[in-house]
Nanobody, 119 residues
C-alpha cells in the first residue's frame, strides 16, 4: 500500500514563504516515474505546479518559475516544494502526486494541504 502525505500548508502573508513536504510510504520514490505538485484553487481546474522525474529532470508552471523549487530527499523518501514570494493567487489546495506504470498511466495522490496567502 502506497501513501503520500502532505504537510506544511498554512496561512501566510503575501511575499512570505512556505515549504510543503510529501512523505511517501510503501514504495521508494526512486521507483516512481515522476513526483509532482498540483494545486486546485476555488472554481479552478487542477493544475500542475512542479514536477521531478526519477532521473532528476524538473519542470515548473510558468507561474511558479523563479519562485518555487521542487526537491527530494531519498533518505527521507520525501519530496518538497519550496514556495517563495507567495502571492494571493497561489491560494489553493496543494496535492502531491506520483506517476507510475510502464507508461506513467497510474497515479498516487495525497490528501492535500491548504495554502492561503493573504494580501
Amino acid at each position: 500500500q502506497v501513501q503520500l502525505v502532505e504537510s506544511g500548508g498554512g496561512l501566510v502573508q503575501a511575499g512570505g514563504s512556505l515549504r510543503l513536504s510529501c512523505a511517501a510510504s510503501g514504495r521508494s520514490i526512486f521507483s516512481i516515474n515522476a513526483m509532482n505538485w498540483y494545486r486546485q484553487a476555488p472554481g479552478k481546474q487542477r493544475e500542475l505546479v512542479a514536477g521531478i522525474t526519477s532521473g532528476g529532470r524538473r519542470n515548473y508552471a510558468d507561474s511558479a518559475k523563479g519562485r518555487f523549487t521542487i526537491s527530494r530527499d531519498f533518505a527521507e523518501n520525501t519530496v518538497y516544494l519550496q514556495m517563495n514570494s507567495l502571492k494571493p493567487e497561489d491560494t489553493a489546495v496543494y496535492y502531491c502526486n506520483g506517476k507510475y506504470g510502464s507508461g506513467s498511466e497510474y497515479d498516487y495522490w495525497g490528501q492535500g494541504t491548504q495554502v492561503t496567502v493573504s494580501s
